[in-house]
């Protein structure tokens, strides 16, 4: 983890420069800080939106995107069937999606 996030740190100042090249300082700071502010705002809608869900409905988009469990190690963790995993993950997947949609216009 330490490695990676040194290297994304590394990546990130590379970029930072060649896009610093390519605007006016305050150019780059305006849009750095636009996209900072977009960034916050689409967090706390994920956020908003992840609470709204049930608890075993959070619990299986958790486990499947951010921890990245299969579908049978979910249904052991969450002793229920892989059939119940796949249906909260995609109930749980349109519900967010519907929900984000509203806010990205889409």
């Known amino acids: 983890q330490e490695r990676y996030n040194g290297i994304q740190a590394k990546i990130d ?13 305050d150019e780059y700071a305006h849009q750095k800080e636009r996209l900072l502010q977009e960034q916050r705002q689409l967090k706390e809608k994920l956020n908003e939106a992840m609470q709204k869900l049930s608890i075993p409905h959070r619990t299986v988009i958790t486990l499947f995107e951010i921890d990245g469990l299969s579908h049978s190690e979910i249904a052991e963790v969450m ?6 995993v796949r249906s909260r993950l995609h109930y749980a997947k349109q519900f967010l999606q519907g929900e984000l949609g509203k806010y990205l216009g889409s």
């Open 13 to 25: 100042k590379l970029t930072d420069l060649r896009l610093g090249d390519l605007l006016t300082n």
């Open 79 to 84: 002793g229920c069937s892989e059939g119940t």
